[in-house]
């Protein structure tokens, strides 16, 4: 019910905790707004979530709602990657929204 609230998503590292549910989101639901995130994050993030889906339905009954397309078609096209100290600025709501990622030191392309 909240959704459409979103302004900007930000993806901080790939683990699959963090960013799992973002391509059943994608799939489910309309979200139009920015996706975020560096360039290994982006990477790295698509392969979690496509071994994941792949581990799934190796083990389990085929999910019905997304699949590997659907993954890569999200992380391909929908994110916005920046690199480290790029600032990404945008309007929400008569406000003035700025991202900028710096490296944590936590996970590989993490911000």
Do not use: N, W
């Not at 581990?55 to 709602?65: L, S, V």
């Amino acid at each position: 019910p909240h959704l459409g609230d979103l302004d900007v998503i930000v993806l901080s590292h790939a683990d699959i905790k963090h960013l799992g549910a973002l391509p059943y989101l994608m799939a489910k639901h309309t979200i139009s707004c920015p996706i975020l995130c560096t360039e290994p994050v982006c990477r790295l993030g698509e392969l979690t979530c496509v071994a994941h889906l792949e581990d799934r339905e190796k083990y389990q009954a085929p999910g019905e709602h997304f699949g590997a397309d659907d993954v890569l078609r999200l992380f391909m096209s929908r994110i916005t990657v920046l690199s480290y100290r790029e600032t990404f600025q945008m309007q929400a709501r008569g406000r003035t929204l700025t991202a900028c990622p710096f490296p944590i030191g936590y996970r590989l392309g993490g911000a």
